[in-house]
């Protein structure tokens, strides 16, 4: 029998309706109000209640099934999927960080400075210590030291690296949840994960420093640089609109698709609108949202985008093109504490190793040389 949910669109609101589906179902599975195992109503029923079209239920059960946590096959109907779980925090972590953006970004539309909200935030915070007894449980969750839990920003060279730790014979035992650079370092702050992926550039164009250090202070913390990626426009083969560089967001016959919030490509592409003085309003499609390069590069290969930000490495695997734009350095980290763990050593001899590096180079759109370098925090 099919979970009964309250599902609602907003269909004034700029967030693709399929988006708003998945949003909803995704925060339902986090806070439990449906297990695994679980029937989702079929996709013409849904949509008729919704008063949507079967194409956007059935685009939303598609993302959630791609993310791992709905299954389903032809006639048997689409379920919720055993999640580990470890994930359902991962996955009320990315929902609370999407809901303070919304937060951020009404506030910055009323009138307010970035400075403003942030003091705003910590006296709202300090308060909130003040009056509770239970502040001290924060950040007193211990990682798992028995298996490997990532959580953090997608890349093709992540699901290398764990599908080789997962080899026998000395195989670790490996979970992840793609949420986004700062839902990574996030999680990793929480005791949530082992190690978190992230690729954040700030302002002076300095990269993931500046952002463990902000989100994770007076921790200590080991970046290890997984490798040194191309990013770039994923474009159909011929590139027929002739993108070249970063002024290109200016063009009126853009068809965008972009990522998720709080994910490293999202605050790079938002940083160079800000540097041609545009908003993601004025963009067609900034709205359009996935959560992993090879989604990007799929909504470019059906036709559903003309381009979007992405590694060079997914444009590849889907067979289309690619303008690079810039190279950025793709780090895990680790903190101190689980660095000398069993999965944190064969991560480490992994990275390491030919194999891994030679499967990178054949990829294409990676540098190597510096894989395995640590800097500590």
């Given at each position: 029998?099919?979970?009964?949910l309250?599902?609602?669109?907003d269909?004034?609101?700029p ?9 909803q179902?995704?925060q339902?599975?986090?806070a439990?109000?449906v ?5 989702l109503?079929?996709?013409?029923s849904?949509?008729e209640e919704?008063g949507?079209?079967p194409g956007?239920?059935?685009?939303a059960?598609a ?6 946590l709905?299954?389903?096959r032809?006639?048997g109907?689409?379920h ?11 996955l ?6 999407n809901?303070?953006?919304?937060t951020l970004?009404d506030a910055?539309?009323r ?16 308060r909130w210590?003040?009056m509770?007894?239970?502040a001290?449980?924060l950040?007193?969750?211990?990682p ?5 839990v990532f959580v ?6 992540v699901e ?10 000395s ?10 650079s700062?839902g990574?370092?996030?999680?990793l ?6 190690a978190?992926?992230?690729h ?8 993931n ?6 989100v994770l202070?007076?921790?200590s913390?080991v970046l ?8 770039g426009?994923i474009?159909?083969a ?5 993108l070249a560089?970063w002024?290109?967001?200016a063009?009126?016959?853009?068809r965008?698709?972009?990522r998720?919030?709080g ?16 908003t993601g309003k004025?963009?067609p ?10 989604a ?5 290969a059906?036709?559903?985008?003309n ?7 997914a444009?590849r695997?889907?067979g289309l093109?690619?303008?690079p734009?810039?190279?950025e350095?793709y ?7 689980a660095?000398?763990?069993?999965p944190i050593?064969r ?5 390491r190793?030919a194999?891994?590096q ?8 990676y540098?190597?040389e510096e ?5 500590w925090?």
């Open positions: 029998m099919a979970t009964r309250r599902l609602t669109l269909f004034a609101s967030e693709p309706y399929y988006a708003q589906l998945a949003r179902l995704r339902a599975i986090a439990d109000r297990g695994p195992g679980h029937a109503p079929p996709v013409r849904l949509a919704l949507c079209t956007t239920v059935a685009r059960y993302v959630l099934q791609q993310e791992g709905l299954t389903g032809r006639g109907g689409t919720v999927a055993d999640v580990p779980p470890h994930m359902a925090p991962a009320r972590q990315a929902h609370l960080v809901e303070f953006e919304r970004l910055l539309a009138g307010h400075s970035a400075a403003e909200v942030e003091a705003a935030f910590g006296v709202a915070l300090a210590r003040a509770s007894d239970t001290d449980v950040l007193t969750h211990e798992a030291t028995d298996r490997l953090g920003s997608h890349d093709v060279s290398v690296l764990l599908r080789l730790i997962q080899r026998p014979p195989s670790v035992p490996v979970t992840a949840t793609f949420v986004g700062m990574g370092l996030t999680a702050g929480r005791g949530e994960a082992s978190a992926g992230i954040l550039m700030d302002p002076d164009g300095q990269y420093v500046p952002f463990v250090r902000y202070p007076g921790q913390m290890i640089r997984l490798a040194t990626r191309q990013v426009w474009v159909p011929s590139n027929p609109l002739g560089g002024e290109d967001l063009r009126p016959d853009l965008l698709v972009n998720q919030p994910s490293g490509t999202r605050l790079l592409l938002d940083l160079h609108l800000r540097r041609l003085g545009r004025e963009t499609g900034y709205d359009r949202v996935v959560d992993t390069h090879l990007v590069a799929e909504a470019v059906r036709g559903e985008a381009v979007g930000l992405g590694i060079y490495a444009a695997a889907a093109g690619f303008v734009l810039a190279e350095p780090d895990l980290v680790v903190s101190a504490s660095y000398e763990t069993e050593t991560l480490l001899t992994t990275l190793g194999e891994f030679g499967v990178l180079s054949t990829l294409g759109g540098r190597v894989s395995g370098r640590e800097v925090i």
